[in-house]
C-alpha cells in the first residue's frame, strides 16, 4: 500500500514536500516514482528513483526544482517541490515497479491514492 501526503495550496516561487509512505511493496522492488496528473491531461512522470538511491531521473520542466529522495528506515519516498509554479497544478500520484524505472504509467504496478497540490 502506498499512501501520499503533503499536498496542499501555495503561491507560486513557493515550496512543498509530499511523502509517499509505502507499507508493504515487494522488497525486490526497484523503481519509486512521482507521477501527476493535471485536469485533461493524462498521467506524466515527473520523477523517479532506483530503490537504494543509486540514480534518479526527471522530467526536464522541472529539473532543478523538484528533488525525489526516500527513507528506507521510514519506508518514505518523498518529493521536495520548490519555485513552484501555477502549471506545477495537479494531482501527485507515487507508484512503484519491480524493474527499471519507466516513463510510462502502465509499466508501474502499485500506486497511491494521490495528493492534490495547487499553485497560484
Known amino acids: 500500500q502506498l499512501v501520499e501526503s503533503g499536498g496542499g495550496e501555495v503561491q507560486a516561487g513557493g515550496s512543498l514536500r509530499l511523502a509517499c509512505l509505502a507499507s508493504a511493496y515487494p522488497a525486490e522492488s526497484k523503481c519509486m516514482a512521482w507521477f501527476r496528473q493535471s485536469p485533461g491531461k493524462g498521467r506524466e512522470g515527473v520523477a523517479a528513483?532506483?530503490?537504494?538511491?543509486?540514480?534518479?531521473h526527471y522530467v526536464d520542466a522541472v529539473k532543478g526544482r523538484l528533488t525525489i529522495s526516500q527513507d528506507n528506515a521510514k519506508n518514505t519516498l518523498y518529493l521536495q517541490m520548490d519555485s513552484l509554479k501555477p502549471n506545477d497544478t495537479a494531482v501527485y500520484y507515487c507508484a512503484v515497479r519491480d524493474a527499471f524505472c519507466s516513463p510510462n504509467k502502465d509499466a508501474y504496478t502499485y500506486w497511491g491514492q494521490g495528493t492534490q497540490v495547487t499553485v497560484s
Open positions: 528513483l532506483v530503490t537504494g538511491g543509486r540514480s534518479t
